[in-house]
């Protein structure tokens, strides 16, 4: 079979370039992605969203939507919820119902921008009865994790202003400060708060938490428990967040991602459509800390949340949340072919062409034939992406017809 | 009177600094600004619509908020139109609602991105039955103009792709050049087409017309009723606008505005509440070209249409309108104080410090109590915006309740 | 005497806004503004140089020219230092130089970019000799700084790479580290390190310290005698920058600005030349918490080291410098006229547009009155920039000729 | 040998994909990128340039590094030349000395920014001697170029301004036509004039031919000699520039590109060291434009003239170029294996996701052996960097010691 005779050829050619494909592969079966409920929901911008039909109509439905891309990418087995669009009566059916789709119950997402009370601020809002309100919102939230057994809780905040003079930066800070404490207080000693920060929208003046500068001094004022959280749409435009990652892993402070690609501001498109160098570099850095960690250098490397967070206004659901775990696994997999040993010394003899090299080349690897190798091995589908189109489950689902869950 | 002394004290620094302070009040009078119907509605981001009390719930109504902003500024005595958001059954009441409230109707706004076919594209839909939907709708429009007495149809398209491969960009120029030029023939002599431009959003990946060249060149295709548009919103940061708009009137293609201001994408705020020098350097380019007009250079500087494209998601919409207004009017005075000769001077002796000072120091003018007395001669209000919080209209039609119309 | 009209006039419409023109005047007079060496300079782009006439040859003729600028403006009473390029045999004859042209040496500021040593890094450098000869020249510099006097050293690095792969970010952060100890416990107790980060130039790909968050990071890591130094030109496009101050000022670590303008990268420009709105409305943070300060909230706002750092390439660079410092107190001025009750009370409200409205009523009022009659009062001259233009020093440093110092 | 093998198996791979292998060979053959003399020189920052040991003293050496870089690539025949840095006084000689070396002489790039008369501009300076001076200039180049040769004429100004004010752009657009408008009537009619715009640097205000739009309609006024030269490197962040290129291919308006990389602004780094996706994107425009101009589609597709403009100005330059030729012959591959087909279905059916796959499943392909194999047919190096490397020509040139030409 070609498949075989590709894959062989692949594991030669590796060898020679010094790699070890065994503990490659091994690292790819462990890397995790979880899917966000609300990707499989309707999303649109501003001007229109344009409903699909076979979207989801409930929780237990969105469920079902993300167990097919674990299914057959064997990659994919947690999905975060957002409160309330994932509000149900009873957290234990909906974890049970998880489970008996071979899924767990990820991060737990509050959400602080969709009241009407928050239109000028959730945890920073002047009025104190507002803030409280958010407050209670963000507890609530961490009973639910505990409800479900998730270990995380995921912040984004809204929070900002438009115009100059609408508010007093300083006096919110402190404010916001105040609420995450009362929130972090009450989170287990094994959970996680991971705190997102974005550069502008829906806040088109300041935004209170508008860098990962803002998040990580918040997280280091709460303690060991809060994390940073970087979404890749999040920075200004040319920002090298390579760079940051690498920053936030030397503080151990890099909680997680929230993976997406832009062309612009936040579009919030399949990730690494565009410009997919800036995510394998990305992963890039944290191969080489998950390495230094393996020899004794401390790092969260491994400890490292990664999540989608896409809306797919044109394009289907579920195929567009398996090609986006495709696609990071791809660069994942490019990622652990950098052969660390030659960049480390061409980096010691300040050779810029040959470090620059080491790393483009494993970038330029088609792991194809590994993928579909570590694919079968982990009993997932060869093709992920022809499997789902084949399995009949897009059409299975038009009977829900349109105007399902929006986020 | 304050004021009398204020601008007596005003009128003998301009003579002194060589400006023709009766000239500049004429000027004044007659710059107009068009407010945009759709900018009274409830509007807001992808995340939420924070919806206001007292928002107009049909057409009639933004007509009547929008006289408030004429009545009170005595500066924008037309207002723009969208269809279908503004589609009436009898335009011909509507026209006679408008002149009873001192209005008359401006441009003319086709809508063609929140119908469902849209998805993919308007005039630019590889489904040729949608581009010739769109062409119609197109055709609407110029009836619509004709039946109203408007001159002007102003044309935006949300057409682009999200994807690299999504579609064949070469192909969707051609198609969009056949339906304008459908619509172009259809056009009266003395009616106008402004063609807009948009780096991005709602799509995230090409625009078709994506920046002023593009909208440019189609307008030189299609003739001398074609004009372009500049949205002050949509352009890369730390674009040139005033350079582009100065490139437009040389060559008597540029067709008006859509004023707003913006930090970071389109934000579509109060025009000048971010970065107002901007606009006053646009408006200080178009004053300069009015002048060579009046000397005999050919130019389009008089007959530019103004107009106001803003979404107001968390102040109130009228009080808005009036800011925006004034704040025009008010960077309109001060581009009207450069001593133009004294300008060409320091620009010939490559000055430049002299050059800058004399565009400079027009802007640091406070031009309160000019303004003030244009305004009384005008018979518009002194304070428009404490005339218009005075006179109760506010509170009246808090009657409306929430969820009236949205854009 | 017109002045003296207009004047009373200006008194007494902000004695009707609630001013308090006394203070105002008071805080005007404290504004002290530096000048660097390297200003006064020839300086250009990677493309050309052009070299100016009179520019001065060494750094006693520097303090010449900057000497020119305090005369008029009274307000740039020192001058930053730049080592090697102002290195003398005698730092205590400099000093008197200076104090006899009735200046003090501010900031030094050491050079770690020049020397062929450091095409890879200085305190970053992979090669360990290399980061301790970078090391030295901080340490040297810190004596300098005792030898004249100053409390200040000013740190900006130009340690980047300009490939992936090229270097370790992770390695870099901590061998940056270890060399900032060394000097900081060098350090007299009452001297300052101001650390400066920069998005990028001349580094294409990452920087070192390239932005706020690693500088703050860093100073909160060394103690209380480092601070961040914000320089206007080093964000990425439509960066708020203010927030960035606000914020730096209640955590403590605002230690100065460097003040310039740009519309595209580190253009280096005249400050306030382009958006003067954007220094109006750091400046107006400022104020706000100097105000905080008075009432008892600690803050460092009433200690913040202003200086310039810009290049004039096709302008004279005596009058740049007078521009700048013109342009800085005019923007300083306004913001103290700010009414901070009323801005306050509208925020508490949320009154978006009355708080708007406050902090734009502000920017909008004319200054010039004001700034003559502080001017009259300081001993300065009423307008500096005529004062200079007619006093025959632009002549007289002609005999210099072309080839002067360049930076 | 494994080189063999794996191409076998690259050719079968590609045949499934529907390939043909055969047209794609032929087609890479055809492909040519020409080197610019001064990238081969010492260049650097405006802050300092870091000399390097063994860099050309002339231009007849420069000739010579060139030489290397098409002896083992096969892909880079003709150096672009640029007076005066390539000034010389026998330009017969000049050419035969690169026919010679098995090299022509490119593109002819006349100076219009060192020269100190140019400080305020060159064609568009209010002067009119320092304008005369520019089109002599100008049509010295367009001698130069007939004399060796050479039939295009590649210009970039450095026009524009730092302030507001400095200068009328209208009447510097007239005279930049005016100069432009001589030159072409001095040009042969098989010459081309490749008209080259640039967002900002060195002026910092605002740039003559800002965009591809004023460059577009100065080739339009000019006439058909006159097309388009795309710089990678010279649009504000985001521009999606294959979307100017498939433009510029249907106005028939291309004329050439300048690659290069960059992260930030005009940063001059190896092509495709950052976002190599995006020159991918570009190419595969161009490919598909070629498709359609080989089925009768008239375009200029198959005569652009693909050039690189790059400062190495911390690596070694003539591997940096070897590289910058490999990573366009890479990505050009790559283009040209999309099924053209498959795409135009995907897009016709509205297919977004298999669309896009038909893109990006090329851009992952791994065309070592394909790129090998055609280096054999070709009679180049089968892996020209490493053949480079091993010549011993980098240790041979460092006898011409520090110090050599600079552009």
Partial sequence: MMTDKYYALFEEQQKDRGINIEKVKSKI???????????????????????????PRDPFEKFEDAAQVHKFTGTSP???????????????????????????IGAVNPNLFQDNDYKFGSVTNVDKSIRQKATDHLLECVDIAKEVDSKIVSLWFADGTNYPGQADFRQRKKW????????????????????????????????????????????????????????????????????????????????????????????DLIVAAHNPHEIYLILQQIVAAEEDSDQ?????????????????????????????????????????????????????????????????????????????????EMGAAVDPMKAYQESGYAEKILTRGKGGASW
């Avoid at 207080?185 to 860098?211: C, G, N, Q, V, W």
């Avoid at 480390?344 to 690897?365: F, I, S, T």
């Fill in 78 to 104: 947690s999905v975060a919820i957002h409160i309330p669009w994932d509000k149900v009566d009873d957290y234990k059916a909906l974890k049970s119902h998880a489970e008996s789709l071979d899924l767990s």
């Fill in 296 to 376: 004794g250098v401390v790092s969260t490397a491994g400890n490292i949340a990664y999540m989608l967070d896409q809306c797919h206004n044109v394009e289907p659901k579920i195929p567009a949340m398996i090609r986006s775990i495709l696609n990071v696994q791809n660069l994942y997999a490019k990622a652990c072919l950098v052969n660390l040993e030659e960049l480390k010394e061409a980096q010691e003899k300040q050779d810029v062409l040959r470090a620059e090299q080491a790393v483009r080349e494993a970038y330029e690897c088609d792991v194809t034939p590994l993928l579909q190798a570590v694919r079968e």
């Fill in 29 to 55: 079966k462990q890397l995790k992605v979880e899917t966000p409920s609300w990707g499989f929901g309707d999303s649109g911008t501003r001007f229109k969203v344009f409903e699909q039909e076979g979207v």
């Fill in 176 to 267: 916001m400060q105040e609420c995450l404490q009362t929130m972090y207080d009450k989170m287990d000693s094994d959970m996680r708060m991971l705190i997102e920060y974005k550069f502008f929208e829906p806040a088109f003046y300041h935004t209170d938490l508008a860098d990962w500068g803002m998040a990580f001094n918040m997280a280091n004022k709460l303690g060991p428990k809060a994390e940073v959280l970087v979404d890749t749409g999040h920075h200004p435009q040319a920002t090298n967040i390579e760079h940051i990652v690498a920053y936030l892993l030397d503080e151990k402070r890099l909680g997680g991602f929230h993976f997406n690609s832009r062309k612009y501001a936040d579009d």
